[in-house]
């Protein structure tokens, strides 16, 4: 029904896009792993579920809450709505101070219990995240 130049066009056409399909699913799934998200203390309190998958915390420094260890640094991020208590092995920004904005990085060990592996407050004073002024309802 069809003539050989019709056949080989449409043979070329489902090759180019089923090889297009296939290249978008392979580049999204490797994306996966490195994509990290971000939640308040609110959100993780209305998880049912603790995944493994590194995420991004962030809200303000509650006062009062930082406790300087040995070689660690424990800590409390609230949305003024709920806390989560937060540990860090290494150094801080400079501009690591209760009261302020800060987005941490890391693993859920449970609702309440949170273990950072980067702390991200390296902005100027009277910057905060676009995320974290929306969970602040700010």
Known sequence: MYGKK???RII???SVFITLILSVYIILKLLDDNIVYFKSPTEIKKLSDIDKKKIRVG???KKDSINFEKESISFIITDFKNDLAVTFSGSVPNLFQEEKGVV???FLKDQNFFVADKILAKH?????????SKSLGN
């Open 104 to 106: 941490a990085e890391g």
């Open 59 to 61: 809200g303000m420094v």
């Open 6 to 8: 019709v056949k080989l």
């Open 124 to 132: 100027d004073e009277n910057y905060m995240p676009p995320e974290v």
């Open 12 to 14: 070329f056409i489902s």
